[in-house]
């Protein structure tokens, strides 16, 4: 949808209203970026931005309908409108006048373009309002895309930069990366820079500037332990410990993915497939994707010996002295018995 209505900005097509929902902030910010540069390119705008958990939509109202003084068109944006979403009405600080507000939409000034932003996961379709801005403003909605969708995004992203890159380099930096769209622009960007007129951005460009992160490194750590790979599981966690990471820290983690494991595992029993998974658990789509294929005949007993034998470290770790890496590196060193 955020596709969509680009184009539409690009060509000039732009609604006096829009709102613009969901937690994914790059399509958000990208929007406004985007509806900026539009309205520029027409001539000089009034941009005035509002926070809605600070003042009231009458004043965004207000803002709408006064005539701009030093342009034709003025650019509203109207953060945290958290008057769309589920929330007691008591506990608001501000008095919003929805009334007005409806009958507003109605009528909006034609030299204005008002954007509110509503960074929820969802908007409440009970409300008067929600309704109201569904029928009278365009509404879009912003949420991580799929993995596929993602891929066909970053081929986008690169060749617009009029560079190209392979497969197998898109999947690592999705790997590496995850699902957070700005993080990703950014890597793009760096990677774009960086092969200068090679070309073609390669698995080699990624795994050299892209910087893993300490999950990904927890993951790989938890993987080898259970797989019996000892001097693997070692070796990871001395790297880690050069890196000034903390032992009591590294042992939450490990357990935190224990525990995502044991839960992946449970709901694929039950029938889940990945993406349902994801979104039940609330976690990063991939993260589930890497965990089922590498479970590689794991059983739920061996998942509950790591998570008592991590509390036993943590305890270790609160409670006795001396050379703290070593408490964890000893459990790393009696791996699970297949």
């Known amino acids: 949808m ?40 027409a001539g000089e705008i009034e941009t005035t931005i509002f926070d809605l958990e600070e003042v009231p939509v009458q004043h965004v109202m207000e803002e709408a309908d006064t005539i701009p003084f030093f342009s034709e068109k003025k650019l509203i944006i109207a953060k945290n409108a958290s008057f769309l979403k589920a929330t007691d009405n008591s506990k608001e600080k501000i008095a919003h006048d929805l009334k007005a507000l409806e009958l507003w939409l109605r009528h909006p000034s034609d030299f ?35 993995e596929r969708d993602l891929a066909v995004w970053i081929q986008n992203e690169v060749s617009s930069r009029q560079k190209q890159i392979n497969e197998q380099a898109i999947q690592k930096l999705i790997e590496l990366v995850g699902l957070d769209m700005l993080h990703l622009q950014m890597e793009v960007d760096k990677l774009c820079h960086y092969i200068g007129e090679e070309g073609t951005i390669q698995l080699e460009d990624v795994e050299e500037l892209v910087a893993k992160t300490l999950e990904q490194d927890a993951f790989k750590l938890l993987n080898a332990y259970i797989a019996g790979d000892v001097s693997t599981a070692i070796s990871i966690y001395h790297d880690l410990i050069r890196q000034k990471q903390e032992p009591i820290a590294l042992v939450a983690l490990l357990a935190s993915q224990v525990r995502l494991m044991s839960n992946v595992y449970y709901l694929l029993s039950k029938g889940y497939h990945a993406q349902q998974i994801a979104k039940t658990l609330k976690v990063n789509p991939y993260r589930v994707k890497r965990i089922v294929e590498d479970r590689r005949g794991v059983k739920d007993t061996h998942l509950l010996k790591a998570l008592y034998g991590l509390s036993e470290v943590d305890l270790q770790l609160k409670t006795m002295s001396g050379r703290r890496e070593r408490y964890l590196e000893l459990f790393l060193m009696k791996p699970l018995s297949h």
């Open 2 to 41: 955020f596709q969509q209505l680009w184009k539409e900005v690009n060509q000039g097509k732009i609604d006096p209203v829009y709102v613009l929902s969901g937690t994914e902030t790059y399509f958000i910010d990208e929007t406004i970026r985007r509806m900026k540069q539009a309205l520029e390119q």
């Open 112 to 146: 204005s373009i008002t954007l509110f932003i509503a960074p929820y996961e969802k908007l409440d379709e009970r409300k008067k309002v929600t309704k109201q801005m569904k029928e009278l403003a365009h509404v879009v909605h912003a949420e991580a895309p799929k």
